[in-house]
């Protein structure tokens, strides 16, 4: 590696940016002491004007250091937004000394300051209240500040203040004996300006250093500051993760917390403040306000509280984010900021409430000190803060009120700890897990309020309906939602929400999901409310009205209702439907965080001191990455961005760029962009020449450099729907129905223009659009209001839903109206409301529309045959009867293909196309209506025209089939397969211990189900942008994904989350096998497209070996007999494990009339027999391994043009291959070795579309004990969706 260029740098993450002693203006202080001596101390003024006294910012170096450094590592250091320079006075060292003489002249040194620290106002927020001069000592004090630059960025202040006697003008900063001016006190303030809000640890710091400032000699202050500056510019920021960094200052050992993930914020404060200070309900009507971006002041008598407390309602609101200005602490000279007409949040001393609620209009003030919230009195009438919405509003306050604030209580068992380090320790530990608990509960509370915003969502358009959104809200808690909609934080909250931001409040979102959701989300029916929401609805507006009653209502006593969980009650207990499954997700306890311990920084700072702190954190970390278990990947990623770091400042950048690189194998999450990009535009020409050694180094090099040119800034713009103002074509209509949130499939889209645009030109006007809008909502709106008694509830399943009901009509079975589920037609009966089915669709014969004279006038009639009935239903419809029977005809014709296909998205598909033939019915009102309704029946006229019948052996053998692009506007071809079996890990949930289908969409899309259940147990992720070509699962915990882009990417099982990337090869990754070994850890080989294969360690993710094949082409390999197969095109390569060719077979040196390629091959161990199959061919070719030199069996294969792929099922082999009478059909098959007793190679079952990805790919065995236990995994293409087929459709040959 190359030399060290410099070994003096900015800490890119550093933990200080500036620390400044502050306190009253030199002369001032000479005025002072002459009034005091003249005439006492009582006649001392006040007040003084604070200013800066001496700034220190690093890099801590000696000209002579800085004037060695070399050039190409000058631009590491922390970019500046802007630089002020600040003239501070440099005391000589002869005045150091206290030598005898005239005090002389101070010497200037230019200081750069950092952007965002004005040093104008600097001195105003470390002395609020202003520069006090006292009689006597007062005790030493802290606070914090939040400063905000120009571009938003924000810096954290922590600030000291401390009391010194009042000294004569000559003995202050010389070295003579001073005079002290009796009862004469002057603070100081020594300020530490940080990027990160290490409010606690900070403080701890200052507190060291105020016990080494107090007894020190004036002259010595300055030194103490620069080398307590100093040792805070060299302890890095710890990265994201479970990684603390801890440090020694004097006798305490001081802690820096990581933030939990890139995202979220660092968390160095007690949360449970608030909780203290305000009762549960005042914090619901705090975060309210602070949600719908009021302008907010708070107060308090303690500068410190101000911003402790609003920084911790900032944190109860992540990931929201207040968008606005942010000032939790007002000097005196800055009062007139609350008068600013747009929203604040800001802080005054308590000494200003009365001016403050006088002057200022339209406040919000809030008292800490008291507890309470009011208004400014001249809009008190005026301002209306809404209420959080009920549910969510009782669940929080139960749960606030079930935590234990007080960490006495806590302690109260326990013994008094004689060691400061164990205590402190201790009650860390206590504030962490109360910490935890208090982010779950406020973490919990928005995720009830805001849950459902993602049904209104757009993702593809970047829509959100806001009006849908609100009408499924209750009545009483639309002002709350109309007011947060509106708001900066909202918006910013929704662009997160159409990015697919996988942050704390989509995790919870995703852990607390019912399984009616998850259903939900994979079916995507129409929205209306199930059984179940309405009986929890039922059950949930009793309980509220319960809670709004007044005593004096009529026969009160006689409704009982659930009562609310006492205080101080179990969170097991509070529980509810507004929140469910939120009570196991508080009690998980916190995991308890690594520590790693930064060496000693020994005094003083010189240059080779620095380079002997660098040398010993880097030999350290080491060190720790030596004792690491091999698969603590999440601990080894954060020693290697520290060490990296390191290297930095020493000039290492090769070795930095290593362990950077490094971090795609550990945790991607973590990797610092912008600093690898600095680091690689500062290198040196002999550094490139080592560069260009190391090819994964000068991949990621030129990955870094490349991205700006090739990544377009992320589209974040949201949209809010809007009627259309112009006629519209078909694209043009296409993305308006999508963003309306009405149906979302193109096909369907395009039957629906069809029908509303029949006999007209095509193209719809606004007008028409509108139409169908309304009455599209309105049928919902409808469906939503209707009240089903519990004795009709009973007989419905939980998660049917009414979808549509007729007028009042007379029918054979009585009056009533006839209301339609997804599953069956049942008539709720008129007057008493009863229930009396009339079929389930399963069971429907027939559906005939007749006519029924009556009174000379003939009445249309629906007629209804069920198969268990004798009589037939009659429904005297009359003008509803030719849109019923459409209706009827269409969910029949939906149940039977899913029946059939055992596939229930044709039942909500065929719901679908119901909803819309009545909402075009609706819309367009003439007697063309039904005509063109008819245009939207689409299974039932697949029915009858081309009807979609599977073979005999196929309906016996298809046990189920599910949609991965269910959602999407197209359907998408199923890449590739992987089927991972169900295991209980102590790291996993046991509601994750089922086993999954990983299933690769088009563009690196993946989507997990629930293989036992087949719901959707994870939304499509991206690994990558390109086409995944193989998954395998590596072990327990990771499934590695093979892109056409050249990486490997693997995802962690647990959080479903790819922070792991492996880019050793250098072309697409065409396959990968596990090698598991008894001893050994398992390895996994891969190969890709160029012929490179790679052996990785699992554990380590380390390439244990390498090859390259003599030819490329290489798109498949197997691991026999110590030797490992290969197939690359036109030859099988048998290879030895140190890369050398062992064997390699061809078609053309035994079949001189066959010129093709190897398409895929299976071998048969216990046969010991290898069989493969060629491209555009109908044979199998079959070696016996015994000896390989002697030429293949051919076996032809009957009613077969030509084979897709091949699976091993125990000891036989199936095929895939297209049928020659049916070139739309495709035979799966399977045979025994020729040489067997089983009879000859046959198809056995028959699908109606070509299938595209290998039948089983990964690591699952196939056969009596394969997926499921009992099912065998198929893709196909068409609806692009995977089947199942039971393995005993092999096990016969009497079945076809």
Request: proline fraction near 7%.
């Amino acid at each position: 590696m190359a030399e060290a260029a410099s070994p003096h740098l900015s800490l890119p993450s550093g933990l200080l940016e500036l620390c400044a002693l502050l306190g009253a203006p030199r002369d001032s202080l000479r005025s002072l002491e002459q009034v005091a001596y003249k005439k006492g101390v009582k006649h001392l003024s006040a007040l003084l004007d604070p200013e800066v006294l001496s700034i220190f910012v690093p890099p801590f170096i000696s000209k002579e250091d800085s004037q060695m450094a070399g050039a190409n590592c000058g631009t590491l250091g922390k970019t500046r937004m802007r630089s002020l320079r600040k003239k501070r006075e440099k005391p000589r060292p002869e005045q150091w000394k206290g030598l005898p003489g005239p005090p002389r002249a101070p010497e200037p040194e230019d200081v750069a300051v950092p952007g965002g620290v004005d040093l104008l106002t600097l001195p105003q927020l470390c002395f609020p209240g202003g520069v006090c001069v006292a009689t006597e000592p007062k005790e030493d004090c802290v606070h914090f500040l939040v400063l905000t630059d120009v571009c938003g960025n924000r810096t954290y202040g922590v600030v000291a203040q401390y009391y010194r006697p009042l000294h004569d003008e000559y003995c202050f900063y010389n070295g003579k004996t001073h005079r002290e001016c009796p009862g004469c006190f002057v603070p100081f303030a020594v300020c530490v300006v940080s990027r990160f809000p290490y409010y606690n640890s900070l403080k701890d710091c200052l507190s060291c250093l105020l016990a080494l400032l107090k007894p020190c000699k004036d002259f010595e202050v300055d030194s103490h500051i620069k080398d307590f500056a100093a040792k805070l510019s060299l302890i890095p920021s710890p990265p994201p993760g479970p990684l603390h960094l801890v440090f020694n200052m004097k006798s305490l050992q001081i802690v820096l917390p990581a933030r939990a993930d890139p995202e979220s914020p660092i968390l160095d404060l007690d949360l449970h403040l608030p909780l203290l200070c305000f009762r549960p309900e005042k914090v619901l009507q705090i975060l309210t306000c602070i949600l719908t971006e009021q302008r907010i002041v708070f107060f308090s008598s303690d500068w410190a509280l101000l911003t402790l407390v609003t920084e911790c309602f900032m944190a109860y609101l992540y990931p929201l984010q207040w968008q606005h200005p942010f000032v939790p602490i007002l000097s005196d000279q800055m009062l007139d900021f609350v008068m600013a007409p747009t929203s604040f949040l800001m802080g005054c001393h308590l000494d200003h409430f009365e001016e403050v609620s006088k002057e200022a209009d339209g406040l919000v003030l809030i008292n800490i000190d008291h507890g309470s919230i009011t208004y400014s009195k001249s809009t008190d009438d005026n301002v209306d803060i809404p209420d959080v919405p009920l549910l969510a509003a009782q669940t929080f306050i139960q749960r606030v009120q079930s935590l234990q604030l007080h960490h006495e209580l806590h302690a109260a068992h326990l013994l008094s700890s004689t060691d400061l380090k164990e205590g402190r320790a201790h009650r860390r530990s206590w504030q962490q897990k109360l910490n935890c608990q208090i982010q779950q509960t406020t973490l919990q509370l928005l995720v009830s309020i805001f849950r459902d915003v993602k049904n209104h969502l757009n993702y593809e358009h970047r829509v959100f309906n806001s009006e849908e959104f609100l009408k499924t809200r209750a009545p009483g808690d639309h002002q709350f939602y109309k007011q947060v909609l509106d708001t900066y934080m909202f918006h910013s909250f929704l662009k997160a929400r159409l990015n697919r931001r996988m942050d704390a409040f989509a995790q919870m979102d995703l852990d607390t999901q019912s399984e009616e959701d998850r259903i939900n989300g994979m079916l995507l029916s129409p929205r209306r409310p199930t059984v179940e929401k309405r009986a929890s609805r039922k059950s949930s507006h009793l309980h509220v009205t319960h809670r709004r009653m007044v005593v004096s209502m009529p026969n009160l006593q006689d409704i009982a209702m659930p009562e609310l969980a006492p205080r101080n009650s179990s969170l097991r207990l509070t529980d509810t439907a507004g929140c469910r499954g939120s009570s196991a997700v508080l009690n998980v306890t916190p995991k308890s965080p690594y520590t790693f311990k930064i060496p000693e920084i020994h005094f003083p700072l010189e240059s080779k001191c620095v380079q002997a702190y660098h040398a010993h954190f880097v030999s350290m970390l080491s060190e720790a990455m030596c004792f690491l278990a091999p698969d603590n990947s999440l601990l080894l990623a954060r020693y290697l961005y520290l060490r990296g770091l390191v290297y930095l400042m020493q000039g290492q950048l090769l070795n930095a760029l290593l362990d950077f690189q490094n971090l795609y194998k550990t945790d991607i999450r973590i990797f610092p962009t912008d600093l690898v990009k600095r680091t690689v535009e500062s290198m040196s020409a002999p550094e490139w020449e080592g560069a260009e050694q190391a090819p994964e180094l000068m991949r990621l090099i030129s990955e870094i450099l490349d991205k700006p040119h090739e990544a377009s800034k992320l589209d974040d713009h949201v949209k809010k729907f809007k009627l259309p103002k112009k006629h519209m074509q078909l694209g043009d209509f296409m993305k308006r129905v999508q963003e309306s949130g009405i149906v979302k499939d193109a096909s369907i889209i395009h039957r629906l223009f069809e029908a509303l645009t029949v006999g007209q030109e095509k193209q719809i006007d606004p007008e028409t659009f509108k139409d169908f809008y309304n009455c599209w909502k309105e049928t919902e709106a409808e469906a939503q209001e209707v009240s089903l008694p519990w004795l009709v509830m009973e007989h419905l399943d939980k998660n049917e839903c009414v979808c549509k009901l007729s007028s009042s009509v007379k029918t054979n079975l009585g009056v009533g109206k006839i209301a339609m589920t997804q599953k069956r037609l049942f008539l709720l009966t008129e007057g008493r409301p009863g229930y009396l089915e009339i079929s389930t669709f399963r069971n429907i014969e027939e559906v005939r529309r007749t006519t029924t004279t009556f009174l000379l006038r003939r009445i249309p009639t629906l007629k209804i045959r069920v198969a268990s009935k004798k009589e037939v239903f009659e429904a005297n419809l009359k003008t509803e009867c030719d849109l019923w029977h459409l209706m009827v005809k269409e969910m029949w014709a939906g149940k039977k293909l899913a029946d059939d296909h055992k596939d229930p998205h044709y039942v909500q598909q065929a719901l679908t196309n119901v909803l819309l033939m009545d909402a075009v019915v609706g819309t367009l009102q003439s007697p063309g209506a039904i005509y063109a309704a008819s245009k939207l029946s689409y299974f039932d006229k697949m029915s009858n025209e081309m009807p979609m019948t599977l073979p005999e052996t196929t309906l016996e053998t298809l046990k189920h089939k599910i949609n991965p692009s269910a959602g999407e506007a197209f359907p998408q071809a199923v890449d590739v397969l992987l089927y991972t079996p169900g295991h209980l890990d102590p790291a996993e949930k046991v509601e994750d211990a089922h086993p999954k289908l990983w299933c690769a969409l088009s563009e690196g899309k993946v989507t997990v189900f629930n293989a036992s259940s087949w719901t959707i147990h994870q939304h499509s992720f991206k690994v990558g942008t390109a086409k995944v070509n193989c998954m395998v699962m590596a072990d327990q915990n990771q499934v590695w994904v093979g892109s056409e882009d050249s990486v490997i990417y693997i995802i962690n099982v647990h959080s479903m989350s790819c922070n792991k990337q492996l880019t050793a090869h250098c072309s697409s990754v065409t396959d990968l096998i596990v090698q598991d070994g008894q001893e050994a850890p398992s390895n996994v080989y891969s190969c890709s497209m160029d012929g490179m294969v790679l052996v990785w360690n699992v554990s380590t993710l380390q390439v244990t070996s390498r090859f390259q094949l003599p030819r490329g082409g290489l798109t498949s390999i197997r691991l026999h007999g110590g030797r490992l197969w290969c197939c690359t095109g036109n030859s099988i390569m048998v290879m030895k494990m140190n890369g050398s060719l062992h064997q390699e077979l061809k078609i053309e040196e035994n079949f001189k009339d066959t010129s093709t390629s190897f398409l895929a091959f299976q071998l048969l161990p216990e046969e010991e027999q290898l069989w493969a199959a060629c491209a555009g061919r109908s044979e199998v070719y079959i070696w016996s391994l015994k000896d390989l030199a002697q030429p293949p069996q051919r076996v032809p294969l009957e009613d077969c043009s030509e084979i897709n792929c091949m699976i091993r099922v125990k000891k036989q082999v199936g095929w895939r291959a297209r049928h020659p009478q049916h070139p739309r059909q495709v035979s799966l098959a399977l045979a025994a070795s020729p040489c067997s007793r089983e009879p000859a190679a046959r198809p056995r079952a028959l699908l109606p579309s070509p299938l595209r990805v290998p039948l089983l790919t990964g690591t699952c065995r196939v056969g009596a004990n394969g997926p499921t236990g009992h099912h065998v995994l198929v893709s196909w293409c068409g609806p692009s969706t995977p089947q199942r087929i039971p393995p005993n459709w092999m096990a016969s040959n009497d079945r076809t």
